[in-house]
């Protein structure tokens, strides 16, 4: 079994002036991180809680319309209407989408009540699983400045590595995951099939045994 890095673009420097990001705005409402249930520490980001605003960033204010996938600072996504809608109905396994869109509230700076015709879709906060498969540091190359205290999150600063290899038989299924021990998102082969089928743009992907020359 393959496993992918999705990342924003092909190229990531400069990213920010090829399409648009999200940028999350204020009032914004945190929930609790996910814990880990062999050492109790934190191993996500906290999750945000909606309602969510957002503004669609980007250095080209010329670009013609935003992508369906909206990175964010901060390890979330935003996705179009059209990418939730292929998620659910190609049943996507690993991603859970907030039923009730974003509120947009700027677009490239723009108030978007001043954009006459409307060619930004609505935007869906969506969380990527976390867990589904473990990375097997070994195979991985990983280095640490510590090694981890717990064997299941294996959280703790790496010096480097080589790539995210997943630990034999740890995939439990999702097509989209951030496995125990990784630092970037992993997809599947039919993740990436069903993005390019479907002309979903914002994203890319290359294997996960080439991470580290890739980040
Ligand atoms: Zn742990």
Known sequence: ???????????MVGWKSHFYYASIEEPILY?????????????????????YYISLESNNPNLAR??????????????SENMKN??????????????SPAHIKTVARIPLEEYVESKFNQYYYAQIHYGGGSIDIEKSGYEYWEKPE???????????AK?????????????????????????????INIM???????????????WWKNE
């Open 150 to 160: 717990c064997e299941l999150c294996q959280v703790s600063v790496l010096i480097r």
């Open 31 to 51: 929930g609790s991180h996910e814990i880990c249930p062999n050492c109790s520490g934190p191993v996500t980001p906290r999750k945000l809680i909606p309602p």
């Open 66 to 79: 935003a992508g369906d996938f909206l990175f964010t600072e901060n390890k979330s996504f935003f996705i």
């Open 86 to 99: 292929i998620i659910q109905s190609e049943q996507i396994k690993g991603l859970e989408i907030e039923s």
């Open 163 to 191: 790539g995210q290899i997943l630990r034999d038989g740890s995939w439990e299924g999702s097509d989209i995951f951030y496995p125990r021990g990784g630092l970037v998102p992993l997809v599947t082969e039919k993740f």
């Open 196 to 210: 390019k089928n479907n002309m979903i743009t914002n994203c890319s992907f290359y294997p996960a045994e080439t």
């Open 1 to 11: 079994m393959n496993f992918y890095v999705l990342k924003p673009f092909d190229n």
